[in-house]
């Protein structure tokens, strides 16, 4: 595994050094979660120095040996711009997905794309999520879909996804997985972990083969609004830095 030398740690400017270490953090948590997909899925950071270029992993790191000097500068275009790190190999189709929701969406700095065996069982199913769990309501009429395409290496693809996703924080890529995204990596993690728990929620009532209750509209609704309070509250932030408690052992490392 390369590591990020000291020397070139401290010439970095100090806001891209600690957006490195946040998105490897932010990696190291999707591996201890179990989203992870062997070398496949990606997590993208927008670098907020104006330059429009953003942070995405070196293709070929599991998440759970993700460090800050795997992480790849790109510019909106996907070529590497990375003045530390010129050779590291992106994956294609992780650029076109994430490119395109933050080009389109400048409230998204952190976009996240799994393929969980759950998430991906709920994208192959006709009704997509369903309003059965607490989780699930988070994303009651705030939930984007998006037709399988096949496998996302099309530039034009990102009109399509972008259309797909509208104003919503998360989409169901159908029969391929979850994209959530967010104002922060903090906001990111939170929506791709109730998301992802959602489905898991949905998998487990469907295989029972009894039938499920449903809440009145008026109830989703109610719910889905209540969740809209979490950042101004700062569960948000709250969640994120117990989160990063569980991995605080791997500091050192994934800083690095």
């Known amino acids: 595994m390369n590591t990020l030398p000291n020397a070139l740690l401290t010439s970095m400017p100090e806001p891209e050094r600690t957006a490195r270490c946040e998105l490897a953090a932010l990696y190291r948590l999707l591996a201890h ?22 942070l995405i992993n070196r293709y070929g790191v599991l998440f759970e040996h993700i460090k800050a000097s795997d992480l790849v500068r790109i510019d909106g275009d996907g070529n590497v ?7 590291h190999r ?34 192959a199913q006709a009704k997509g999520l369903l309003p059965i769990s607490q989780h699930a309501l988070k994303f009651y009429n705030r939930l984007g879909y998006h037709r399988y395409e096949g496998i ?38 939170q929506t791709i972990f109730i998301l992802e728990r959602a489905c898991q929620a949905q998998i487990q009532a469907l295989a029972g083969n009894s ?11 109610f719910t889905a609004q209540q969740y809209e309070g979490d950042d ?15 991995i605080e052992p791997q500091r050192q490392d994934y800083c690095a």
């Open 90 to 123: 992106v994956n294609r189709a992780g650029f076109v997905i994430h490119s395109a929701i933050h080009a389109a969406r400048a409230d998204l700095h952190c976009v996240i794309h799994t393929h969980t065996a759950a998430g991906i069982a709920v994208s």
């Open 152 to 189: 996302a290496l099309r530039l034009d693809e990102r009109e399509q996804l972008v259309r797909d996703l509208g104003p919503h924080s998360a989409m169901i890529l159908c029969n391929h997985g979850l994209l959530a995204a967010g104002p922060s990596a903090a906001a990111a993690f």
């Open 232 to 246: 101004e509250s700062g569960l948000i932030e709250l969640g994120w830095q117990a989160a990063l408690t569980l």
């Open 211 to 221: 039938e499920l209750i449903l809440p009145d509209a008026e109830t989703c609704e």
């Open 81 to 87: 711009v990375d003045r530390y790190f010129p050779n």
């Open 33 to 54: 979660f179990r989203m992870t997909d062997l070398i496949d899925t990606h997590i993208s950071l927008r670098l907020e120095d104006g330059s429009g270029h953003f």
